[in-house]
């Protein structure tokens, strides 16, 4: 069954240093989702993709963090300067559709990120 | 904006005992309300999806209602199993933004 695939599984970093999130989504969908959870809290919504432009983007996705879908299969995450709040578990998700029951969004096993 | 709350917050019964799970929301103008399972450490696994036209949704074991107007969603488990154990997430997704906001979760333990 396919599924959404995301690298490193831990990356440990220095604050103040760039990280890179990969994801490889569902290859049919279309909608792609970055959320993240730190440790005993809900999972929040980062932004979502669509059609190569940002859809939607919550507080928290300031100019620190940006997303591209640099070929036909990755879709990544980019944080430039990292701070110790951003420890989290971060997670790819993607959809199909938005719509006619093809708008589950299915998730990667996420990478859990340490700022020291 | 948003809210959405899940109660309880844990649960530990007895295997082969039938449970529910709750979940409401603050704002009934959702598009589809998703119940996730979530096993320590890791990712999020789809259970349901009903859209806010539906009133519920069956999978094995597993039933999700959905009453928009009151704001609130269950899940049911038949015949829990210590495999179930797990932290279950509902979340929903607006008209406003297609991006999901989830509960806190209920951490399941079910006990052989």
Not at chain 1, 33 to 58: A, D, H, M, P, T
Not at chain 1, 107 to 114: Q, V
Request: contains cysteine; negative net charge.
């Amino acid at each position: 069954e396919p599924e959404v695939t995301q690298t490193p599984s831990h990356q440990v970093t220095q604050m103040g240093q760039e990280v890179i999130l990969r994801c490889v989504p569902i290859s049919n969908h279309l909608y792609f989702y970055w959320y993240r959870q730190i440790l005993g809290q809900k999972v929040e919504f980062l932004v979502s993709f669509y059609n190569n432009e940002i859809s939607e983007k919550s507080e928290i996705f300031d100019d620190q963090f940006s997303v591209e879908r640099p070929d036909g299969s990755n879709f990544t995450l980019k944080i430039r300067s990292t701070k110790l709040e951003d420890s989290a578990m971060y997670f790819c998700a993607s959809s199909e559709s938005l719509n006619r029951g093809r708008e589950t969004q299915y998730f990667g096993p996420g990478t859990r990120l340490l700022v020291l | 904006k948003q809210e959405v709350t899940q109660i309880p917050a844990a649960l530990s019964v007895p295997e082969g005992e039938n449970l529910v799970l709750n979940c409401s929301f603050t704002d009934s103008a959702i598009y589809n309300l998703q119940w996730f399972r979530q096993d320590p450490g890791k990712g999020l696994t789809s259970l349901l999806l009903i859209q806010s036209s539906q009133r519920e949704q069956t999978s094995g074991r597993l039933n999700a209602s959905l009453d928009k107007s009151s704001g609130r969603s269950t899940l049911y488990i038949a015949a829990s199993q210590p495999g179930d154990s797990a932290t279950y997430l509902c979340a929903v997704f607006i008209n406003a933004g297609n991006m999901l906001t989830f509960g806190g979760g209920t951490r399941l333990m079910v006990k052989p």
